[in-house]
Nanobody
Framework: QVQLVESGGGSVQAGGSLRLSCTASTYTRSVAWFRQSPGKEREGIAALSPSGTTYYADSVKGRFTISRDNAKNTAYLQMNSLKSEDTGMYYC??????????????????WGQGTQVTVSS
């Protein structure tokens, strides 16, 4: 069983930046970040395939960057120019599959516990 541990959430003012980290207990091929904002369903906002292909939801494109350090089994989500609508619980997810498409919850087997991000305007 792969375990994912997230960190880096917190409170920030609009326009600020945060970096989320997700450390896995072992290497996983594909990783993604999901977000659940208040009153909304959880959505996939960024994904990274083993070959380096990335996906970003339109709402975060140009502001968020997903990356990973395989030596540390850690994935990151760099979030810049944060907006109040970015507020929510952020989850990392991982799969041993080779995923190249927009992230869907059902594609990912392993999930972190979530980390809260609050952006105040």
């Amino acid at each position: 069983q792969v375990q994912l541990v997230e960190s880096g959430g917190g409170s920030v003012q609009a326009g600020g930046s945060l970096r989320l980290s997700c450390t896995a207990s072992t290497y996983t091929r594909s990783v993604a970040w999901f977000r659940q904002s208040p009153g909304k369903e959880r959505e996939g906002i960024a994904a990274l395939s083993p070959s380096g292909t990335t996906y970003y939801a339109d709402s975060v494109k140009g502001r968020f960057t997903i990356s990973r350090d395989n030596a540390k089994n850690t994935a990151y989500l760099q979030m810049n120019s944060l907006k109040s609508e970015d507020t929510g619980m952020y989850y990392c997810a991982a799969s041993m599959g080779w995923l190249l498409w927009a992230p869907r919850e059902t594609d990912y087997t392993y999930w972190g516990q979530g980390t809260q991000v609050t952006v105040s305007s």
